[in-house]
């Protein structure tokens, strides 16, 4: 079965320094991937999102993440944190686009510190 | 464009009664998902809309709880009788036709407190 590893599930960071959020994933073909950020009282919203072509995508807020094949990676990265970027992030994969579930690992909780 | 709404966003019940939780999709998505987040663990898929049909049910837990989208627009899972265990953040999303834009749009989420 496909499944997704977050293995940091909380992450304290400067203000100002860079970040790294590791995503791992199971699954036989290249997937759909995802991440999603959650701040506190909101829906998840979607940072970005890889389907195929480049493996480095850029999101918003200054995010991007890189899909490495032999890996079965998809890190989130930014390089430098800005305190409202404090919130819980979400990584999530699907095994196509015909509407399916998506499978989310357990989610890394960031804190900035000043 | 309004985004997905869900009500209430918090609801504190006792074991054994009814709870009832209600998401507005997006207009015009046919798509609709219900999610489950229980504490310390991932968000997990419960079930899938197209439209007014159930796509995929095989994340619902048992039968006690029940999912409906009359019309294909909003949608209301009920949970009866609730148990402790269904404590957690539900979640729904929506999103438009599959293809090379999919992303779905989630909801604040409802969290539920059975006690």
């Known amino acids: 079965a496909q499944s997704v590893t977050q293995p940091d599930i909380h992450i304290t960071v400067s203000e100002g320094a860079s970040l790294e959020l590791r995503c791992n994933y199971s699954?036989?073909?290249?997937?759909?991937l995802f991440w999603y950020v959650q701040s506190p009282g909101q829906g998840l919203q979607l940072l970005l999102k890889?389907?195929?072509?480049?493996?480095l995508v850029q999101g918003i807020k200054g995010f991007e993440a890189e899909f490495k094949r032999s890996q079965s990676s998809f890190n989130l990265r930014k390089p430098s944190v800005h305190w409202s970027d404090a919130a819980e992030y979400f990584c999530?994969?699907?095994?196509?686009?015909?509407?399916?579930?998506?499978?989310f690992g357990k989610g890394t909780t960031l804190s900035v510190s000043s | 464009e309004a985004g997905v709404t869900q009500f209430p966003s918090h609801s504190v019940i006792e074991k054994g009664q009814t709870v009832t939780l209600r998401c507005d999709p997006i207009?015009?998505?046919?798509?609709l998902y219900w999610y489950r987040r229980v504490m310390g663990k991932e968000i997990k898929f419960l079930l899938h809309?197209?439209?007014?049909?159930?796509?995929?049910e095989s994340g619902m837990p048992n039968n006690r709880f029940l999912a409906e989208r009359t019309g294909g627009t909003y949608s209301t899972l009920k949970v009866q009788p609730a148990e402790l265990e269904d404590s957690g953040v539900y979640f729904c999303?929506?999103?438009?036709?599959?293809?090379?834009?999919?992303?779905?749009?989630f909801g604040p989420g409802t969290r539920l407190t059975v006690t």
């Open positions: 999303a929506s999103s438009s036709q599959p293809g090379s834009t999919y992303e779905q749009y």
């Open positions: 699954y036989g073909a290249t997937p759909y």
């Open positions: 890889y389907f195929s072509g480049d493996t």
């Open positions: 999530a994969v699907a095994i196509d686009q015909a509407g399916t579930a998506l499978i």
């Open positions: 207009s015009g998505h046919d798509n």
């Open positions: 809309f197209v439209k007014e049909s159930k796509q995929d």
